[in-house]
Nanobody, 128 residues
Framework: EVQLQASGGGLEQAGGSLRLSCAASGFPSDDGTIAWFRQAPGKEREGIAS????????YYADSVKGRFTVSSDNAKNMVYLQMNSLKPEDTAVYFC?????????????????????WGQGTLVTVSS
């Protein structure tokens, strides 16, 4: 059974950093794509970053490019999201999601309907 669990959220001041973790149990470490999504109050869920489990290539939405970094530790079956230069508009519940689809065939790789494994979210609050 595939289970994805995001953790590491919390309260941070604007300009600060947080690192989120996604534990991907039951999901082959060298297969498919893992992505990070977020959902702010009253807004639709937004895909912000993804990583290929085959070759480690990454993709970022414009809203986080240059500030967030997604990485993978396949030996531990973990995916991380390092968030720097946080802004109040980054406040949201953050989710990790997985798919067996190869990232190079997805456009964009953060399109929600590509993903069929979803974990519970972790809340990130950025104060101004």
């Amino acid at each position: 059974e595939v289970q994805l669990q995001a953790s590491g959220g919390g309260l941070e001041q604007a300009g600060g950093s947080l690192r989120l973790s996604c534990a991907a149990s039951g999901f082959p470490s060298d297969d498919g794509t893992i992505a990070w999504f977020r959902q702010a109050p009253g807004k639709e869920r937004e895909g912000i970053a993804s990583i290929s489990r085959e070759d480690g290539s990454t993709y970022y939405a414009d809203s986080v490019k240059g500030r967030f970094t997604v990485s993978s530790d396949n030996a531990k079956n973990m995916v991380y999201l390092q968030m720097n230069s946080l802004k109040p508009e980054d406040t949201a519940v953050y989710f990790c999601a997985g798919t067996h689809i190869i990232m190079a065939t997805m456009y964009p790789p953060t399109r929600r309907d590509y993903y069929y494994y979803w974990g519970q979210g972790t809340l990130v609050t950025v104060s101004s």
